[in-house]
C-alpha cells in the first residue's frame, strides 16, 4: 500500500460542501447522468439484454402485420400505418417493466445499500434507471421505424409531427418507468418485481386501441379502453403520424405523464429512502 | 498534533436502539472511537452487529439514542455525514457489468470527487489492492476475493475520514483473509479510523485494539483484547516431572508462584494450577525445581484465549440464523 493511505484522517481534504440549492441540483443532474452511464453500459455487458430488447418488439412488429393485418377491416389507412403508433407505445410499455427488474436487481445484490451510503442524491438511482431506459427505448423506436420503413410504413403528416410523436412516446414511457421503479422496490425479488410490472402493463396495452380498432370490440370493454392512457398515447401517435385533430389526444397523453410522474416518482424516492 | 488527535471521538454511541416489530435488535447500545483506532463488534450470527453498522452509516435510523460519527449526528445531517464515511457491507456490493475500474469511477463520482482525482484514484487503489492486472475485465468474472477487495477499494476512495467494514473476510478463503487482514493492518499503521465487525475471535485480536462484545443487541463486553482475555481469567501451567512420584514435592515447591497455593492440583500424571502469565516464567519454573532437585520433562503455559473469553462471555444459548 503506498503512501496516499497516509491521507486518510488527514482532513477532509476532497469532501465538497454542498452549495445551497444550486448546488444540490447540480450534484442531482450529475449523479443522475452518472447513473444512466452505468446503466446503459449493462446493454453493452449482456448481449442477450440488448438483443432480446431490440429483436423482440421488431418480430412484434412483423407478426402483427401479416398476421392481423388482413383480419382487421374498416380502416382508413393500411394496416401498418395503424399499427406502428400502437407497437410503439406497446414496446416503451413493455420496456417500462425493466427499470422495476433492474431496480429489485440491483437491491438483490446490495448495490442499493452501497448507493443509500454514498451522499448522492436520492432521486439519482431511480433517475438513472428511468433515463437510460428512455434512451434504449427512443433507439429501439427508431429500429421499429426502419423496419416498418422496409415493409409499407410511412408517416403522412410531416417530418415535425413524426419527431414530436417520437420524443412523445420516449416521455410516455418515461412516466410509465417511473410507475415501474415504484412498484420494482416494493418487489422482494427480480421475479416478483416482473410479475409487478407485467399485471398492469399487459392487460392496459391490450385493451386498448393499439393493435385493433376500439369499435370491434364489445362495448362494455370500449368504456374502459377509452379511458385507457395507453389508448390515449396511441391515438395521438397515429393523429401525429397520418394527420387529423391532434391537440386533444396530445394534451391527454402530456397530462397523464406529467401526473403519473407527479406521483410515482416521489413514491418510488420515498420508498428508496426508508428502503431496509 | 498527535495527542490532540487521539482525544478526538470520531465514533459516538450514546444509548442507540432499534426495533424490528417487536423484536429489540440494538438494545440500549453505547460505546465510542477515538481517532486512529480500530474498534471491533464482536457477536455471533444476529447479535445487532450488521444493525448498528447501517444505523451509523445512515441506512437505518434508530429508535432512540443519539449517535455521531465524525462529530455529525446520524439522523440530523445524514448527507454531509455520507461523505465523510466508507462502507463495506457484510455482502460485497461490486457491479458485475461494469469492469472493476468502472466501480471504482463510478463510486467516485458519486461522491463528488473531481474527476481527475477519481481517475487516478482508482489507480492508486487497483493498484495496491492487486487487481491491476483485472481493472477493465468485467467483474462478473471476478472470484470471492476478489469482489471483496474491489469493495473495500470502493470504500476507500474517496479517503473517508470513518471506515465501516461489516464482516469484511466472511467467505474468504483463509489466504485471501490473510491478505485482506494485512491491507487493514497498513491502513491501520497509517492511522486510519475503522469500525469492523466479526464473528472471528482471531481476526478482532488480531486486528482490534479495542473491543464491544455484542449478544442480542446488548453490549455485554467491553475493553481490550487482552482485557477481555483477561476476564476469563490467567495462564494455565501443566509441569510434568522426569520423576512422576515426586509430583506432590513439586507442587509444593510451585505453589509459592501459584495464583492460588491452595489449588495446586495434579491431573493425568501432571500438575496443574493458574499462575499469571508473564515473560522468563517457563526458565523460572524449571530453575525452581531444579534447585529442589527434581529435573523437570515438560513445561506449558496456557494463555486463555479471546474464544475462551468469548464463549464464556456470550454463554450457551447464541441464537443462530439471521438472514439479512
Ligand atoms: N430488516 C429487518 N427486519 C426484521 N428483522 C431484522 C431486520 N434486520 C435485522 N433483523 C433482525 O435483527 C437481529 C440482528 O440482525 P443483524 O443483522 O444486525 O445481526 P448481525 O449481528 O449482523 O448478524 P450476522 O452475524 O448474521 O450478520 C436479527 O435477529 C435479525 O433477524
Ligand atoms: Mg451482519
Known amino acids: 500500500m503506498t503512501e496516499q493511505l497516509s491521507k486518510i484522517n488527514a482532513g477532509d481534504v476532497y469532501h465538497v460542501v454542498d452549495a445551497g440549492v444550486i448546488g444540490q441540483l447540480r450534484h442531482a443532474f450529475s449523479d443522475a447522468m452518472a ?108 429500429l421499429m421505424i426502419a423496419v416498418g420503413y422496409l415493409i409499407g410504413f410511412r408517416f403522412h403528416n410531416g417530418i415535425l409531427p413524426a419527431l414530436f410523436s417520437i420524443v412523445l412516446a420516449v416521455l410516455f414511457g418515461f412516466a410509465l418507468s417511473w410507475i415501474s421503479a415504484f412498484t420494482g422496490l416494493a418487489a422482494k425479488n427480480v421475479e416478483g418485481a416482473q410479475v409487478a410490472s407485467f399485471i398492469w402493463i399487459f392487460p392496459l396495452t391490450f385493451a386498448s386501441a393499439a393493435f385493433v380498432p376500439v369499435n370491434t370490440m364489445p362495448g362494455w370493454l370500449q368504456g374502459f379502453v377509452k379511458v385507457n392512457p395507453i389508448t390515449n398515447a396511441v391515438d395521438a401517435l397515429r393523429a401525429l403520424s397520418l394527420g387529423g385533430p391532434t391537440a386533444r389526444y396530445v394534451l391527454y397523453t402530456l397530462l397523464w405523464t406529467v401526473g403519473l410522474i407527479a406521483v410515482f416518482a416521489p413514491l418510488a424516492v420515498g420508498r428508496y429512502k426508508t428502503k431496509t | 498534533m498527535l495527542v490532540e488527535y487521539s482525544s478526538e471521538l470520531l465514533i459516538e454511541v450514546d444509548c442507540v436502539s432499534k426495533s424490528f416489530g417487536s423484536y429489540l435488535a440494538v438494545d440500549s447500545v453505547s460505546f465510542s472511537v477515538p481517532r486512529g483506532q480500530i474498534f471491533g463488534l464482536l457477536g455471533p450470527n444476529g447479535a445487532g ?83 491491476t492486472g483485472a481493472a477493465d475485465r468485467v467483474a462478473k468474472g471476478y472470484s470471492g476475493g476478489m469482489r471483496r477487495r474491489l469493495d473495500l477499494a470502493a470504500a476507500l476512495i474517496a479517503e473517508p475520514v470513518v471506515l465501516f467494514l461489516d464482516e469484511p473476510t466472511t467467505g474468504l478463503d483463509p489466504r485471501s483473509r490473510n491478505d485482506l487482514w494485512e491491507v487493514l493492518e497498513r491502513l491501520a499503521a497509517m492511522g486510519s479510523t475503522i469500525l469492523l465487525t466479526t464473528q472471528y475471535l482471531e481476526e478482532a485480536d488480531r486486528l482490534a485494539q479495542n473491543l464491544a462484545v455484542i449478544d442480542s443487541g446488548k453490549v455485554i463486553a467491553m475493553g481490550t483484547p487482552s482485557e477481555l482475555k483477561s476476564l476469563v481469567g490467567s495462564s494455565v501451567l501443566e509441569v510434568a516431572l522426569e520423576d ?45 525445581l531444579d534447585q529442589s532437585g527434581l529435573p523437570v520433562a515438560e513445561v506449558a503455559v496456557m494463555k486463555p484465549t479471546l474464544d475462551d473469553a468469548f464463549l464464556s462471555l456470550v454463554g450457551h444459548g447464541t441464537k443462530g440464523g439471521s438472514y439479512d
Open chain 2, 244 to 288: 512422576a512420584s515426586r509430583h506432590d514435592e513439586a507442587a509444593i515447591v510451585l505453589s509459592a508462584i501459584a495464583l492460588d497455593p491452595n489449588k495446586v492440583e495434579i491431573v493425568a500424571g501432571r500438575i496443574r494450577m493458574a499462575i499469571r502469565e508473564r515473560s522468563g516464567i517457563v526458565a523460572d519454573v524449571v530453575r525452581l
Open chain 2, 49 to 131: 452487529k450488521t444493525t448498528i453498522v447501517k444505523i451509523l452509516t445512515t441506512l437505518l435510523s434508530p429508535d432512540s439514542g443519539r449517535a455521531t460519527v465524525a462529530g455529525l449526528d446520524v439522523v440530523k445531517e445524514p448527507r454531509r455525514l455520507r461523505s465523510r464515511i466508507g462502507l463495506a457491507g457484510q455482502y460485497a456490493a461490486v457491479d458485475e457489468n461494469l469492469t472493476g475500474r468502472e466501480n471504482l469511477d463510478l463510486v467516485g463520482r458519486l461522491y463528488h470527487l473531481p474527476k481527475k482525482l477519481v481517475r487516478s484514484r482508482s489507480a492508486e487503489l487497483l493498484n495496491d489492492f492487486d487487481l
Open chain 1, 35 to 142: 447513473m444512466t452511464r452505468r446503466n446503459l453500459l449493462r446493454y453493452l455487458r449482456i448481449p442477450d439484454l440488448l438483443v432480446f430488447s431490440t429483436i423482440q418488439p421488431v418480430i412484434f412488429l412483423v407478426l402483427f402485420t401479416y398476421v392481423f393485418g388482413g383480419a382487421v377491416k374498416g380502416l382508413h389507412t393500411s394496416y401498418i400505418d395503424f399499427l406502428i403508433p400502437g407497437i410503439v407505445i406497446q414496446t416503451v410499455a413493455f420496456g417500462s417493466t425493466q427499470t422495476g427488474v433492474g431496480l429489485a436487481e440491483d437491491m438483490g445484490k446490495g448495490l442499493i445499500e452501497r448507493f443509500r451510503s454514498l451522499p448522492m442524491a436520492r432521486s439519482a438511482v431511480m433517475a438513472g434507471r428511468t433515463i437510460a431506459d428512455s434512451a434504449r427505448n427512443l433507439a429501439v423506436i427508431f
